[in-house]
């Protein structure tokens, strides 16, 4: 059974920065769509980012975010970041990683459910 595991949340003040992981325990999925979405307070879930673990290149990003966030992976360690940097109020919420076993095609990948993987969520506050 997979499980993802999602770390790295905090609190920081704007233009601070953070750096999200989320690790696959259990059985290793080498090749998967890994997409971090977000939830803030009263509000629907949002795609921030995307990646295909199978091959390099093959990441998307929701425009709020575009120049401010990373993507990458390990896949040693079977895990995926997130870099988010200029963090913004408006950043703050639950950040969640979810997992597609295969491929979705970038225009895809924002639609949650497409998912049926998906980890507790870490939280992200940013103060002004």
């Known amino acids: 059974q997979v499980q993802l595991e999602e770390s790295g949340g905090g609190s920081v003040e704007t233009g601070g920065s953070l750096k999200l992981s989320c690790r696959q325990t259990g059985y290793i999925i080498r090749s998967a769509t890994v997409t971090w979405f977000r939830q803030a307070p009263g509000q629907g879930r949002e795609g921030v980012a995307s990646?295909?673990?199978?091959?390099?290149?093959?990441?998307s990003y929701a425009d709020s975010v575009k120049g401010r966030f990373s993507i990458s992976q390990d896949n040693a360690d079977a895990t995926v970041y997130l870099e988010m940097n200029d963090l913004k109020p408006e950043d703050t919420g639950i950040y969640y990683c979810?997992?597609?076993?295969?491929?979705?095609?970038?225009?895809?990948?924002?639609?949650?459910?497409?998912?049926?993987?998906w980890g507790r969520g870490t939280q992200v506050t940013v103060s002004s």
């Open positions: 990646l295909y673990t199978g091959r390099r290149d093959s990441t």
């Open positions: 979810a997992m597609w076993t295969g491929e979705i095609l970038i225009p895809n990948r924002f639609w949650g459910s497409n998912y049926k993987i």
